[in-house]
């Protein structure tokens, strides 16, 4: 499984860290930046081209990091195909993958720390979607409603 990471300077070093927990862990990561620490850099910069590459099928699924994880997932969400979620406990985790086919795991840099984030993304990495009828009619509503044009 490929998986891609994103993170502003608030998620800067929780990325460095599961980068080389995933690394570790044997699955084959993309970087999509920030690079290095830059104080008051944007997290669309760097979210934005991992939930393209997602929706693309570039990468498998992806982790985008920001301070409190609510900016990355706004404009993460933004992406059609994407559908990323702020995550912060063990059972959305893994139930966001299986009824709601979760693509884009959100962690806040500064609210959940390193060892539970570590956690959190082997559960989201390991679940997959269960493809239950009644999941598939509710994505289908999503998906209808990405299509739509702003009047
Ligand atoms: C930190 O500057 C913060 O605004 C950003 O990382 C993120 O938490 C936004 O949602």
Known sequence: MRVGLAADHGGFE???QLTEDLTAAGYAVADFGAQELVAGDDYPDFVVP????????????????CGS??????????????????????????QG??????????????V???????????????AQFKGLERFR???????????LKKS
């Open 14 to 16: 929780l990325k460095a």
């Open 69 to 94: 994880g609510v900016g990355a997932c706004v404009v993460a969400n933004k992406v059609p195909g994407v559908r990323a979620a702020l995550i912060t406990d063990s059972f959305s985790a893994h």
């Open 112 to 126: 959940t720390g390193h060892a539970l984030s570590w956690d959190l993304v082997q559960i989201f990495l390991s």
């Open 137 to 147: 009619r509710r994505l289908a509503k999503v998906e209808a409603l990405e299509r």
């Open 97 to 110: 993958v299986e009824d709601d086919d979760m693509n884009v795991m959100c962690l806040g840099g500064r």
């Open 50 to 65: 991992l939930a393209w590459a997602v929706a693309r099928g570039e990468v498998t699924r992806g982790l985008a990091i």
